[in-house]
């Protein structure tokens, strides 16, 4: 069967692998000219099924009202800008901070990252793929006693859906990261570990996938826009690009944020808004001063992973729509907190600042499955756990499109959700 991958991030080269795993032949159309140059390109670095509760919950409201006034806050949108999308993906959100779909939302997206970070495992031991990869867990750092109750207390909620963290005391936190050395002279006050999460580099997998898949025969059309989608009573006949058409048995929508778009062609409307992300990464002048294993400061909000001889920090969100110019206001804060925890890690002199477009949905939870188009199957709204859930979405995919009962519950995951 031909398959049509839209889309050539971290979702797309490993919805391609798996597909070629099964014997299908497979396209992927991507704009770039190289895989995950676009969202998946400087991420986070997490694989981090521990950062499965959704954003939306029964405080959220209220303190990104608090957050509105903050160039510079974690979270921040602008609800007086003309964003008619914006509007009703927020109603939409705005429906799922309760506590009760708080919890169900939270064991959806658990459900998958888990099932993923297994996919992962395999997938390594039979190709030995490397990316910076760091194996020793994730470690969460907490600096006020109410933040790192509020943390036990979520902490309680993964463990009775099948992910354990251990809680340790600000003292235990130092002795398994030494370079929190600077922070836990002041304000450090305990931590949670994920020990089965991971880190790495996710462009450098999304390059390592790409290859084991061309290997298997997958075509990589690279620098291709796709211009159009053509469908016929209920199926796609084939895809227009700047570059002629694609016509496939199957196509697989996984171009992230810009999902909507394409599906507008198809009378399709998906509930997936762009998040801006925001990064830096710096290379490292003392190794002894930088985090050995993923670090996320949860007063702060951010993220620090150890790639090879760099450190790269990521954090913050902006609900600003399409708009990938780089804000430097975004980037400050970055810079300070990384300085402020690993003050000897670098000079901080090139922090590569980046921004990316993360596909969120209103309930955190991504769309996987098949659509009312009979040969269209989305695998998009990933959100901040793009890397996280990739591995698993991919499988789920070829599971869907080769006939076989994916191997998790597939309840809540698809489109007909909304």
């Known amino acids: 069967m031909h398959v049509a991958v839209l889309g050539a991030g971290v979702i797309g080269t490993t919805t391609a692998l798996a597909l070629a795993d099964d014997g299908h032949q497979v396209s992927v159309i991507d704009r770039q000219l190289g895989p995950a140059l676009e969202t998946s390109f400087a991420n ?19 303190q990104a009202f608090k957050w509105m006034w903050q160039p510079d806050a974690p979270l921040l949108f602008r609800p007086w800008r003309w964003d008619p999308p914006l509007w009703a ?15 169900t939302n939270m064991e959806r997206a658990l459900r998958v990252s888990l099932y993923s970070r297994q996919v992962l495992a395999s997938l390594r031991q039979r190709t030995n793929i490397q990316y910076d990869q760091v194996l020793q867990g994730i470690l969460h750092i907490y600096r006020t006693p109410e933040e790192f109750a509020e943390g036990r207390r979520n902490a309680e909620n993964l463990s009775a859906m099948g992910l354990p963290q251990d809680i340790l005391s600000a003292a235990e936190c130092l002795r398994l990261e030494p370079a929190l050395a600077h922070v836990a002279q002041r304000d450090l006050v305990g931590g949670l570990m994920s020990p089965a999460d991971e880190s790495g580099d996710a462009q450098v997998f999304a390059t390592e996938v790409a290859k084991l898949a061309a290997a298997r025969g997958v075509a990589f059309r690279w620098g291709e826009t796709i211009t159009g989608i053509e469908a016929d009573r209920g199926h796609i006949q084939r895809v227009r690009t700047n570059k002629g058409t694609v016509e496939a048995d199957i196509f697989v929508l996984a171009a992230g944020s810009y999902s909507p778009m394409l599906a507008r062609d198809l009378g399709l409307k998906l509930p997936v808004y762009p998040a801006k992300g925001y990064s830096i990464t710096v290379e490292i002048d003392t190794p002894a001063a930088a985090p050995t294993i993923s670090i996320t400061d949860e007063t702060r909000f951010m993220v620090f992973s150890r790639l090879g001889n760099k450190m790269r920090v990521a954090g913050t969100a902006e609900l600003a729509g399409w708009d990938t110019k780089l804000d430097p206001v975004r980037v400050d804060p970055l810079i300070r907190n990384a300085k402020e925890l690993f003050p000897a890690a670098s000079d901080y002199r ?28 989305l695998n998009t709204g990933h959100g901040t756990l793009g890397w996280t859930m990739a591995t698993g979405s991919a499988r789920i995919i070829a599971d869907l499109i080769s006939g076989r009962t994916p191997e998790i519950e597939m309840t809540g995951l698809g489109l007909d959700r909304f």
């Open 350 to 377: 090139n922090v590569n600042p980046w921004c990316g477009l993360r596909p969120a949905t209103p309930d955190s939870v991504p769309i996987i499955g098949a659509t009312p188009i009979n040969n269209l199957m």
């Open 44 to 62: 986070g670095a997490q694989i981090s099924a521990c950062h499965a509760k959704p954003w939306a919950g029964p405080g959220t409201p209220w």
């Open 89 to 103: 993906w927020g109603m939409r959100f705005l429906a799922n901070c309760t506590t009760g779909r708080a919890a």
